[in-house]
């Protein structure tokens, strides 16, 4: 399905309003075409110099004249002559109608028009005021209505697409990449209220202007109308040509605006590495790179929108003089046929000819603004299939549609045979080399682990999949015997705890940072688990205490207070199974110290996972058991001293430990 259809549900929520905005944009049109009609009483004023009285006098008397001509004639057919009797019949309907409408005019609206000329003028222009006063109106209204549908509908939009991002695991959400995820919910998400914006109002009036000019200039002469009507496909066939180049521009001018938001995000991330490698120049050059890189592409959107403004222009002239010019001819010769074929019922004179053309040139303002409306169409269209792609990105890690429960207190956790390689789909195993393989453990309820290997052995890895970041291509994960993926998601993770080597805190204050953790923890139970992970005491030194506002990334403290803080909050969620992600590899020796000791004392009965490739003593004499990975295999699984007896793997890493103290 095309991704801009699924615009229509986010619309259709308003189509009250819409139906108001269409409702708006038809009497804004009805209007337009009512100021281009007035062109015949002030062309009967000015240049034939005849009052509207004396003109509608005359016309019916005229009209009078050619109904009885025509009913006379249809008298004295004979009853053979169907087909003159049919025409004959047809002009007579004509000319009632015709008679009608000034019989009309000339009880309702004559007895208030002034005799004079010039008054008759000014009362035009004054008509003519009141006209476009009143269409200001409700184009203004029209397009404060319409703005708001866009900006509530693309809100709407932005919302459900971030909670599907949400909704991801982080390996799709890594695949995807964050600044490109971040691009496409702001920047083409901008650009599609704005392109949007001009849709829901001109692709709804300049459509209806248009019709509204053609509509009067069929009643004026329905003939000559359609020698004008008959170049349309010119347009179509122009559209085409320029649609899908208009469509891939637009798409690689946002992919370039993606990457270039991509290299701004990561020089402003790592700013401090861009100093100290003096890389400057280096960012600078990318950046001027992808700046040109920009610059083509958007003047490729621009030179090919700009062609269908003239093209549309030239078009619609085309149009234009393929009516007048009959018309004109008509008009000079007297006549109402050219070359046999029959153009006007009557003569036509200069006053018609005037609000033809006014007509006919009324419609290619409008034709002309559609022409840079179909720019914006192709750009709402890339950006939909930027956005909405969004929400065609499959997570890996998916609920399951019947979870079980787990037990109150979970005693075993069990790898079994697990293996896992990075990737995408169904057949991850298959996309890139095993960061795992036959991995068979099995730790109890109370033990607290450490898994130890050198950068890239797949321990992060391995334990990433208890709170099922990640899913095992192979193989099994247990809790008590009960895979986790038939466990509810929410389930799972409010019985695991998590602290990282990068500690990730938001911009908010310290107090708000710990209750994350839990955030219907009561103040009490937050100020305990401060004190348990040694927060309270660098407090005192900050001037507004929990209320201190840690900074983008917690840039305002130092590491060791930032790892406590983050400790806070996992303590605060009272986790049962508790998981540290080289939580002490990047902090200083006293806060490495501090931690380890709030460990000793929050982790009792509970089970700990502590991944690590460093091997300090308080480190040895917190943990149990020591489970040593290398490429993706257990190769050993024991305490220090067992370890350091039998495998070779752990007493090069202790060893290597030893040489760096």
Request: glycine share 6%; aromatic share 8%; proline share 3%.
């Amino acid at each position: 399905m095309d991704r801009t259809s699924r615009l229509l549900p986010y619309a259709w929520k308003y189509r009250r309003q819409l139906a108001l905005s269409a409702v708006l944009a038809s009497v804004v049109a009805m209007l337009w075409g009512l100021n281009l009609s007035v062109t015949f009483p002030i062309v009967k004023v000015l240049l034939e110099g005849q009052s509207l009285q004396e003109y509608v006098g005359e016309s019916i008397d005229s009209l009078n004249e050619e109904v009885r001509h025509y009913e006379s004639l249809l008298d004295e057919m004979a009853d053979e002559q169907h087909q003159n009797a049919a025409r004959a019949q047809e002009k007579l309907s004509a000319a009632n109608r015709s008679l009608s409408l000034f019989v009309a005019l000339q009880k309702w609206v004559m007895p208030h028009l002034s005799d004079d000329r010039f008054n008759t003028f000014a009362m035009l222009l004054g008509l003519l005021f009141v006209v476009a006063l009143i269409k200001g109106v409700f184009s203004w209204t029209q397009e404060v209505l319409v703005g708001s549908i866009v900006q509530r509908s693309v809100m709407r939009i932005r919302k459900d697409a971030f909670r599907h991002v949400l909704q991801l695991d982080a390996q799709t959400v890594g695949a995807a990449g964050g600044n490109d995820l971040l691009s496409r919910l702001t920047n083409d998400g901008e650009i599609l209220v704005s392109t949007l914006g001009i849709l829901g109002v001109r692709l709804v009036r300049e459509p209806l202007k248009a019709i509204a000019c053609v509509g009067f200039a069929f009643i004026l002469n329905w003939r000559l109308t359609l020698l004008a009507v008959l170049v349309v496909p010119l347009l179509l066939v122009a559209y085409q040509r320029f649609g899908g180049s208009l469509k891939r521009a637009s798409r690689r001018r946002l992919e370039s605006m993606s990457r270039m938001y991509k290299l701004l995000a990561e020089t402003f991330e790592s700013f401090k590495i861009v100093t100290a490698f003096s890389a400057a120049s280096r960012h600078r050059h990318r950046f001027h790179k992808e700046n040109q890189e920009y610059y083509r592409q958007y003047m490729k959107v621009v030179r090919v929108g700009a062609l269908l403004s003239p093209t549309t222009e030239l078009v619609g002239m085309v149009a234009v003089f393929m009516a007048l010019l009959p018309a004109a001819f008509l008009v000079l010769r007297g006549g109402t046929s050219i070359w046999g074929v029959k153009l006007a019922l009557n003569p036509l004179d200069v006053s018609d000819l005037s609000v033809l053309y006014a007509l006919l040139a009324g419609t290619l303002d409008p034709i002309r603004k559609l022409s840079g409306i179909f720019r914006h169409v192709k750009a709402t269209t890339a950006a939909c299939d930027r956005i909405f792609g969004i929400m065609e990105l499959k997570t890996q890690v998916e609920e399951v549609s019947r979870p079980q429960r787990l037990p109150a207190s979970i005693s075993t956790i069990r790898f079994e045979k697990v293996g896992f390689a990075y990737g995408t789909g169904a057949d991850a195993g298959q996309s890139s080399p095993p960061v795992l393989q036959d991995v068979s453990l099995t730790v109890r309820k109370g033990e607290i682990v450490a898994v130890v290997g050198t950068n890239g052995s797949g321990k992060s890895t391995l334990i990433n999949m208890l709170p099922r970041f990640f899913d095992c291509t192979e193989g099994l994960v247990l809790f008590d015997e009960i895979d986790v993926k038939h466990v509810r998601l929410r389930d799972l993770r409010s019985r695991i705890g998590l602290v990282t080597q990068e500690t990730l805190l938001f911009d908010a204050p310290i107090y708000d940072n710990i209750l994350y953790g839990r955030p219907d923890a009561t103040e009490e139970e937050v100020l305990r688990a401060a004190d348990q992970a040694h927060v309270t005491p660098f407090l005192d030194q900050l001037s507004a205490g929990f209320d201190t506002v840690v900074g983008e990334r917690g840039q305002a403290l130092s590491g060791g207070q930032r790892q406590r803080i983050a400790l806070a909050r996992a303590i605060l969620r009272d986790p049962e199974i508790m998981i540290l992600d080289e939580a002490t590899s990047a902090i200083d020796y006293h806060s490495e110290q501090l931690i380890h000791r709030t460990l000793q004392e929050f982790c009792q009965d509970r089970t700990v996972f502590i991944i690590s490739h460093v091997l300090s003593q308080t480190f040895l004499d917190l943990v149990t058991r020591i489970i040593v990975i290398d490429n993706g295999v257990v190769v050993g699984d024991g305490t220090h001293d067992e370890l350091i007896g039998f495998c070779e793997d752990y007493r090069r890493l202790s060893h290597v430990q030893k040489r760096a103290a």
